[in-house]
């Protein structure tokens, strides 16, 4: 974080105080939500890193906000810094991992080529002879062909079936679109930051960093909603699923389905 001008530590210490407590918001939302709706899967990927993040942002905001209070020693002001710049560096890490495990499947779906290589090499043909890899190499060798013609077909139904499925269709779009939005978000980010770092202005500081405030809380309400559209997503799905059980199996006998499933449960 650069040093903030003279002039300038009343107007950022009340914008931060006012972030803070949006960011103990949000972070109050996202521990509800996982309690109240996936108390069976809290330690999953994309729980801990939003959880991380949610705290990470909340130690940022708390930590900057106290260190512009100016009512701690020069070491104290330097161990909350220390705090602030770990915690920054928590949430962007958790955020890649985040965003690695949302976007993973999707991006293997349709760059399959590293994926591809690797199998290739694993392959008993080339596990066997080191000779292989040279001999399919030379012209006029057949022996790579299949392994990239059989990758090739079995990843065509993947595509069409993830467009043809509207459940898959309904959650890569959600996905798209709140990706976008927080990689919008980071891209301002950066250059808010950049410019704060070369301003002489203290109004111009000033704004800067509000928005630097602003943009981090909505960067990470961005992610948690992502999370929550996909919930109601797949709800709505089970929802549909069980409308067209009961047109075709009759409410009767998809209730007599149930109980035996329950009974056996039980």
Not at 6 to 19: H, M, R, Y
Not at 50 to 73: I, P
Not at 161 to 168: C, E, G, M, V
Not at 193 to 204: E, K, M, N, R
Request: aromatic residues 10%.
């Amino acid at each position: 974080m650069t040093s903030p001008p003279p002039g300038s530590i009343d107007l950022l210490l009340l914008a931060t105080a006012v972030s803070a407590t949006v960011a103990c918001a949000l972070l109050l939302a996202v521990a509800t939500f996982v309690l109240c709706y996936e108390r069976s899967k809290i330690f999953t990927p994309f729980n801990v890193a939003l959880l991380v993040m949610a705290l990470a942002n909340c130690s940022v905001f708390l930590s900057t906000a106290l260190m512009y209070s100016d009512a701690y020693s020069a070491l104290v002001s330097d161990v909350l810094n220390l705090i602030a710049q770990l915690s920054s560096c928590s949430f962007q890490t958790a955020f890649v991992h985040y965003s690695w495990k949302r976007s993973k499947a999707v991006v293997e779906m349709f760059t399959p080529l590293p994926q591809t290589f690797i199998k290739l090499l694993r392959s008993p043909e080339f596990g066997r002879d080191t000779n292989s890899v040279t001999s399919a190499m030379e012209p006029g060798s057949n022996s790579v062909t299949p392994k990239f013609e059989t990758k090739e077909n079995l990843r065509k139904p993947s595509r069409t079936k993830l467009i043809s499925n509207a459940h898959s269709g309904k959650r890569f779009l959600i996905i798209a679109k709140y990706g976008m939005a927080s990689i919008v978000c980071a891209f301002f980010l950066i250059i808010f930051y950049l410019a704060s770092a070369y301003t002489t202005s203290i109004v111009g500081y000033v704004i800067l960093w509000v928005l630097i405030d602003v943009l981090m809380n909505v960067y990470f309400g961005v992610l948690f909603w992502m999370k929550v559209e996909l919930f109601r997503e797949k709800v709505q799905s089970v929802r549909e699923k069980e409308v067209r059980l009961e047109e075709n199996l009759g409410k009767v006998q998809l209730e007599r389905i149930r109980n035996r499933q329950t009974s056996q449960a039980s």
